[in-house]
């Protein structure tokens, strides 16, 4: 990679990375409501769940920023961190805190149990007829 495409890289994911931590803010709309009504009561559920994905997913994403960063400045970045090969620039052009390519990045996903895998609550946070259990 050369300085200036370094430098191009740099930038994107500085860029990302402010941004990412712009929308820290989201935990202003954790603010639970208790509703008189279980309609309300379990949209404001589903509305805090989002939130807390969202925030999930921006913490994940901002902690993969960093690592590519990093991977920078040891010359690592555009390696896969599994198999060692280099990661098409195309992934990189679409995913440039990319740290395995698509192959290895798969197989990632299939152990963790997929990119949208399901993991039930536990059963004293499940809801009941009458609201969550406590």
Known sequence: MSNLETTQVRKQLEAKLNNLN???GRR????AT?????L????SDIAIDQTVRA??????????????????Q????????ECGNRIPARRLEA??????CAPCQSSHEEELGGPWSFVPAPASQ????????L
């Open 34 to 38: 208790q509703a008189h009504d279980e």
């Open 74 to 81: 040891t010359d690592d970045y555009g390696f896969c961190e």
């Open 28 to 31: 202003g709309d954790l603010a």
């Open 40 to 43: 309300d009561q379990a949209q």
């Open 95 to 100: 995913i440039p805190w990319a740290s395995r």
């Open 22 to 24: 712009d929308l820290h």
């Open 55 to 72: 925030i999930n997913a921006d913490f994940e994403t901002t902690k993969e920023v960093r690592t590519a960063l990093s991977r920078i």
């Open 126 to 133: 499940r809801p009941t007829q009458r609201g969550w259990v």
